[in-house]
């Protein structure tokens, strides 16, 4: 398993290019509303943040466990979030 900074790593690449998508979709859209697309970018940050803090959760008992947990909700998420993406 990969070590635990790298798993940040990947948190912040995987919804940061999400977020690029979202402002390259406004871009190419400049008169389409971008409400929808500053919610998804909110849902992006807030997701981040989640991550985030459970990484630095200390009182875990497995931390394999826990973090394999975090990539599996990561990829869950980060599929979420491109499928809203792609229906703006």
Same mark, same amino acid.
């Given at each position: 398993?990969?070590? =635990?900074?790298? &798993?940040? =790593?990947? !948190?912040?690449? /995987?919804?940061?290019? @999400?977020?690029?998508? /979202?402002?390259?979709?406004? &871009?190419?859209?400049?008169?389409?509303?971008?409400?929808?697309?500053?919610? @998804? @970018? #909110?849902?992006?940050?807030?997701?981040?943040?989640?991550?985030?803090? *459970?990484?630095?959760?200390?009182? /875990? %008992?497995?931390?394999?466990?826990?973090?394999?947990? !975090? *990539? %599996?909700? &990561?990829? =869950?998420?980060?599929?979420? &979030?491109? #499928?809203? /993406?792609?229906?703006?």
């Amino acid at each position: 398993m990969a070590n =635990k900074r790298d &798993l940040k =790593k990947d !948190i912040n690449y /995987v919804l940061g290019d @999400i977020i690029e998508e /979202v402002y390259a979709w406004e &871009l190419e859209n400049p008169g389409k509303d971008n409400k929808a697309g500053e919610a @998804i @970018i #909110d849902e992006a940050i807030a997701s981040f943040d989640g991550f985030i803090e *459970r990484m630095n959760d200390k009182k /875990v %008992e497995n931390a394999s466990k826990h973090f394999k947990a !975090i *990539r %599996e909700d &990561l990829e =869950k998420t980060a599929k979420g &979030l491109l #499928d809203k /993406v792609n229906s703006l």
